[in-house]
């Protein structure tokens, strides 16, 4: 039988397919966001509107964040500027990159690389024991809108049901073509890497 999925490990994976999927669409940009620390700080208090809240989404002080701005601080702790660099590139070119997701919905698909463990139904005869494995699928569009509805809400399907599902269609079952009777389920990634 194959290892049972706790829900944990659905929440884990689902959420390791929320960020592989939203480095994927980050990496759509047509014009790269702001390098210089004074240049992401004016970008973020653009959007933002107040220092204060500025402050609260990079965690330090609003008088920081005036520094910052003025130039009078120019280097900010590592885990400082990469909150800063994160906030920035969670907010840049929204309309790309949404964009990016629907034109792979309708058309173009995704290319999802990714390391997991299978658990498997199969006919008496084969082997049905959980077995860790790196796949490279290329989902069509009808894949990768699924798996994108799932991971917006705009679906009942989990990330990680749709994509063991594309797995066995696509990879096990070579789209039809064999192993009709096998059931899969992915019960756990470790890695995942996503691309428009």
Do not use: C
């Not at 797995?167 to 019960?187: C, S």
Request: overall charge positive; hydrophobic content about 35%; charged content about 25%.
């Amino acid at each position: 039988m194959p290892r049972q999925m706790s829900p944990h490990n659905a929440d884990a994976d689902d959420a390791l397919i929320g960020q592989a999927l939203e480095r994927a669409s980050r990496e759509t940009y047509t014009t790269t966001p702001p390098r210089t620390l004074k240049g992401q700080i004016n970008y973020l208090l653009g959007k933002l509107l107040t220092t204060r809240a500025v402050a609260a989404e990079i965690g330090v002080t609003p008088d920081s964040v005036n520094r910052y701005r003025r130039g009078a601080r120019k280097n900010p702790p590592p885990h400082i500027q990469s909150r800063i660099d994160e906030a920035v590139r969670s907010r840049w070119q929204p309309r790309v990159r949404e964009r990016a997701r629907r034109r792979a919905a309708q058309q173009t698909g995704m290319t999802v690389e990714f390391r997991a463990t299978f658990g498997y139904t199969a006919p008496i005869g084969s082997t049905n024991e959980a077995r860790e494995r790196l796949l490279t699928l290329h989902l069509p569009p009808a894949w990768a809108g699924r798996l994108l509805d799932a991971q917006y809400g705009r679906s009942s399907e989990h990330p990680n049901e749709v994509l063991a599902q594309a797995a066995k269609e696509l990879y096990f079952q070579d789209r039809g073509r064999r192993a009709h009777r096998l059931d899969v389920e992915l019960t756990g990634i470790d890695y995942i890497a996503a691309r428009f």
